[in-house]
């Protein structure tokens, strides 16, 4: 599965920005579908995830309630709206796939072995 990541840009603290990432070579449909981000000086973290087995989503608490996973199947998409957006959230946006499920595992990096390149995310208070 290659992956293409797409949406970031400069946005203002309480805006919003929809990434997108865009699967080619094999249908996602029953891929879990993950964002994970990387700010300057720190580890890559966890951010969101669509499990490919039921849908369904699970959050970081430092985005819950701001961001929302969405994939369209038809479209071997998976989007990421972000909302509410905070200077904290700067950072580059990796979108990734997993042929697990297993729910103690979807949150962990070393779970994907399938990344997008990339987007880079930058929040101006």
């Known amino acids: 599965v290659q992956l293409q990541a797409s949406g970031g840009g400069l946005v203002q603290a309480g805006g919003s920005l929809r990434l997108s990432c865009q699967a080619s070579g094999r249908t996602i449909s029953r891929y879990t579908m993950a964002w994970f981000r990387q700010a300057p000086g720190k580890e890559r973290e966890f951010v969101t995830v669509i499990r490919g087995s039921n849908s369904m989503t699970y959050y970081a608490d430092s985005v819950k309630g701001r961001f929302t996973i969405s994939r369209d199947n038809a479209k071997n998409m998976v989007y990421l709206q972000m909302n509410s957006l905070k200077p904290e959230d700067t950072a580059v946006y990796y979108c990734?796939?997993?042929?697990?499920?297993?729910?103690?595992?979807?949150?962990?990096?070393?779970?994907?072995?399938?990344w997008g390149q990339g987007t880079q995310v930058t929040v101006s208070s």
């Open positions: 990734a796939a997993s042929g697990t499920s297993i729910l103690s595992t979807i949150r962990t990096s070393t779970s994907y072995n399938h």
